[in-house]
């Protein structure tokens, strides 16, 4: 598995179409492999995420082979002065150990299942939109995914959320609509190997519209 980091250039019309549109990130993301390295394997899948950290807007991709970002490089970054880093995840994934706190990133789609009430069959995903909802999302999954959320001050979990967002792209003739949420905060290891699935397989659906890539940082 290789972690990347791309820094885009916002002030370019071309950076500024990909980052108005999930979909054509997502294509513009899986163009740098070539056509047989872009499924998901036993390793992980391609992921991938855009951060804005101050004046910086930052896409990172964690993947099963190593990108080639030249076409990104030459239409959204600085094609005379800047390319992009991209280094093992093996040296991050095999220290992982329980007890181990990390800050921890996440962008995601907190959703729910709901039937539809003129099919008891069927269910319909439907976004959740407010912070309580959205937060209560991560923590019922935490375990599942080999962490949990420790309390921070005043005795509530660690953890905030921000970013919320909600897109609106046409794919094949439909509207999709995708709420997501940024959430930070600081986790503990509880099971190694399931982490380490969640940092290479994704949390949540929507994971080729830039949700679903947990990173960890020391701090």
Not at 96 to 109: E, H, I, K, S, Y
């Amino acid at each position: 598995m290789y972690l990347t980091r791309f820094e885009i250039n916002a002030a370019r019309r071309a950076a500024r179409d990909l980052l108005a549109s999930p979909q054509r990130m997502h294509a513009a993301v899986l163009n740098g492999f070539p056509a047989d390295r872009r499924a998901a394997d036993e390793h992980g899948r391609v992921l991938w995420r855009v951060d804005q950290r101050g004046h910086q807007t930052l896409l990172y991709v964690v993947s099963p082979n190593e990108p080639d970002l030249t076409h990104l490089v030459e239409a959204a970054g600085w094609p005379s002065t800047q390319g992009w880093a991209t280094k093992p995840y093996a040296p991050l994934l095999d220290t992982l150990t329980v007890g181990d706190n990390w800050a921890f990133r996440l962008t995601a789609n907190p959703v729910r299942n709901q039937r539809k009430s003129d099919d008891a069959a069927r269910s319909q995903r439907y976004g959740h939109v407010t912070v309580a909802h959205q937060t209560g999302w991560l923590l019922d999954r935490a375990a599942q995914h080999g962490f949990s959320v420790p309390d921070g001050v005043h005795k509530e979990p660690d953890l905030t959320v921000q970013g919320r967002r909600t897109w609106r792209f046409s794919r094949q003739g439909k509207t999709v609509t995708l709420a997501t949420a940024v959430f930070e905060g600081r986790l503990e290891v509880t099971e190694p190997a399931t982490l380490r699935r969640a940092l290479t397989q994704g949390i949540g659906p929507a994971k080729g519209y830039g949700c679903g890539l947990l990173t960890l940082a020391q701090g």
